[in-house]
């Protein structure tokens, strides 16, 4: 028994160490050249097919400006709305993360939990649960970083939260809105879920605020206030209402100069085929370490990942062919404390590949049990088919690598065989009751001044 209270306490103990991390020095410069308090409101912006996570902060002037970009270490499924239970998508749209959806209990060391499905999913009869930003490089149907990189994240959430936050966005679109992918996406199935998605960035990137998200008819609307007497219902069609004139001058003229472009690029841009089947995406810079691990093969163009990649972790099926498909530059070393790290987009796996092996299981603890931060509650927001994609081409030799052994010749180094996926259901799902469960988010009664009060222990049960 006395044993069983040791490792007890010590499970306790590495919680705690993981959920109250302090800020490294870098971000606390980077933070302070950028005119940003730590304790400042934050947003955070997922573009799936770059395979890159942004978060975003509110500088001295009051106005979100980026912080810093992350590259995503694994994401599954393919560009789309995650639609039903077990299909591996990881969600798009509009999400509120407050306290209690904040995990340091987590299998995947850190997590926070997306809140799938919000209202708009809802409308369309959407399942799933538990889909979140975790750490380990694993995904079935989240968006995974490193343990490094959710420790951040993680830290700056917490800050906020101090500093009187009590919910933050994440926008999660499938590729970045610009001219370019909407003219290569243009005969997408989803496209018109895309358009209203595009809404939402529109709003944010003329206003650089947090647009307020609603939804009525089935789907989102921003900055929107409904006239007296309506309200939004996301299964009723919407009322009349109105938006800030000024916003919605400088959101139409936007939108406008986007469509222009796209009719403009359109003939000349080859469409990007429906693809299916495909097992998500992987950053290029995780990938080139990948192989360096796992093949031996050096890419000296990408700097080192940012963060620990386990053995178990897998890249999507087709993801080299892909990376070399992409027109962007290679990501580069970031200056500390001054740039924003990597650029380059996401592969995407090919159609008709068999899924990469499973990551490792999820045990019990991954569902936020009490881990409410010391915030009053704050109400939150209220399959698609396509054509075939041709078969890829059979991809060319890689070329030898200076002082590399050759690909051919090179034997994968061992790595242990990944254990079987749970179904999503069981993904996240608490341990048992009588567990010992400890938080750095205990629930209280309400908010002094713009402070969460912690217990003196840190957690509670």
């Avoid at 591996?88 to 306290?99: S, W």
């Avoid at 386990?310 to 530059?329: H, K, W």
């Avoid at 030799?397 to 051919?408: F, G, L, R, S, Y």
């Avoid at 996240?428 to 009060?453: D, I, Q």
């Amino acid at each position: 028994m006395a044993a069983l209270a040791l490792a007890a306490c010590n499970q306790t103990d590495d919680v705690a160490r993981r959920a109250n991390k302090p800020l490294p020095p870098e971000m606390l410069s980077l933070m302070s050249n950028k005119g940003m308090a730590a304790d400042s409101p934050i947003l955070v912006r997922i573009f799936k097919k770059e395979a890159e996570l942004e978060v975003w902060k509110v500088n001295s002037e009051g106005q979100y400006a980026l912080l810093k970009t992350y590259p995503i270490c694994r994401w599954s499924g393919e560009l789309g709305p995650k639609v039903k239970m077990g299909d591996r998508q990881a969600p798009e749209g509009f999400y509120n993360i407050t306290p209690g959806q904040m995990n340091p209990n987590s299998n995947y060391y850190l997590s926070f939990n997306l809140g799938f499905p919000n209202a708009f999913d809802r409308s369309y009869g959407r399942t799933g649960e538990f889909l979140m930003v975790h750490g380990d490089c694993s995904s079935a149907g989240c968006y995974a970083m490193t343990d490094e990189q959710i420790s951040e994240i993680f830290s700056l959430a917490r800050e906020s939260f101090a500093g009187g936050q009590r919910s933050f966005q994440v926008q999660a679109y499938p590729f970045r809105m610009t001219p370019k992918n909407l003219a290569r996406y243009r005969n997408n199935p989803n496209m018109a879920f895309w358009k209203n998605l595009k809404e939402g960035n529109d709003h944010f990137e003329v206003t650089r605020q947090e647009p307020k998200v609603a939804v009525c008819g089935r789907r989102y609307v921003f900055d929107a206030t409904p006239t007296p007497g309506g309200r939004f219902d996301s299964d009723a069609s919407c009322p009349s209402y109105e938006v800030p004139p000024e916003i919605e001058s400088r959101v139409a003229a936007k939108d406008r100069r986007d469509a222009a472009q796209v009719a403009a690029l359109a003939p000349n841009s080859p469409v990007a085929p429906v693809r299916t089947g495909s097992d998500g995406g992987m950053h290029p810079v995780f990938l080139a370490q990948w192989k360096a691990q796992h093949e031996g093969r050096t890419n000296l163009a990408f700097a080192p990942a940012p963060g620990t990649m386990p053995d178990t972790t897998r890249p999507p099926v087709g993801a080299e062919a892909d990376a070399a498909d992409s027109d962007a530059p290679a990501p580069q070393p970031e200056p500390a404390a001054t740039s924003v790290a990597y650029a380059a987009p996401a592969p995407e796996a090919p159609a008709g590949a068999a899924p990469a092996p499973a990551p490792k299981p999820t045990e019990a603890g991954d569902v936020p049990r009490t881990y409410e931060l010391r915030v009053a509650p704050q109400p939150q927001m209220a399959s698609t088919a396509g054509t075939p994609a041709p078969k890829p081409a059979p991809k060319a030799a890689p070329k030898p690598v200076a002082n590399a052994k050759p690909a051919t010749t090179a034997k994968p180094a061992a790595a242990p065989a990944p254990k079987p996926q749970a179904a999503e259901a069981k993904e996240h799902k608490p341990g048992s009751s009588s567990t010992l469960v400890s938080s750095a988010f205990a629930e209280p009664p309400s908010m002094t001044g713009s402070s969460p009060v912690l217990p003196t222990s840190g957690f509670s049960q």
